[in-house]
């Protein structure tokens, strides 16, 4: 008697729990809806960007796999410059990822400079995981329903011109 009613107790427990833990869900908006059920990523919106506004002139570099070093591929005309940032995008989700690039060492890098030759910014692509980073940030407000930021890259574009230019994209992958 006294094991079927500890059974009956603990069974108690564990729908309690279980519905407080639906609960939760609920409240954080990771309910039962979309692909919220599978665990991944909301697209809300994707919209264009144009780096660091006050920057006259970009320079790719590449990162020399030997000695580390970013070499200097070349510099990017007006409408080169224009094409490498029509494959630009700051993708606004639901939510962050669930997981992060495995690798995330990339190879090219695109440096914005202002009117006196200073640095005002640099986005660095990683061809072998597809990630890419802006420093500064690059950020926009968040459209309605959208928690989370990222820049994206149309690769197949970006490798295209990359190629148009002379310059290598598989590196290292």
């Known amino acids: ?6 059974c009956r107790g603990m ?4 729908s309690v729990l279980a519905a407080l833990c639906l609960l939760v ?9 979309g692909a919220s059920q599978t665990g ?8 264009a960007v144009a780096p660091y506004p ?5 320079r790719v570099f590449v990162s020399d796999l030997q000695g580390g070093e ?39 890098f695109f440096r914005y400079f202002d009117a006196a030759g200073k640095q005002v910014g640099e986005i660095s692509v990683c061809f072998c995981c597809g990630g890419t980073a802006s420093t500064p940030n690059i950020a926009a407000p968040l459209p309605k329903d959208a928690t989370y930021q990222v820049l994206g890259v ?11 230019w002379d310059v290598e994209s598989e590196i290292g992958c």
């Open 40 to 47: 991944e990523q909301v697209l809300i919106a994707s919209v």
């Open 11 to 14: 069974a108690m427990w564990r």
């Open 25 to 33: 869900l609920a409240a954080c908006g990771q309910g039962t809806q």
């Open 154 to 164: 149309k690769y197949d574009a970006l490798e295209t011109l990359l190629k148009s």
């Open 70 to 108: 970013r070499v200097e591929a070349r510099k990017l005309s007006l409408p080169e410059r224009q094409a490498f940032e029509q494959t630009l995008k700051l993708n606004n989700y639901d939510r962050g990822p669930e997981y992060a690039a495995a690798c995330f060492v990339p190879h090219h």
């Open 1 to 6: 008697m006294f094991t079927d009613l500890k």
């Open 54 to 58: 006050d920057a006259v002139e970009v």
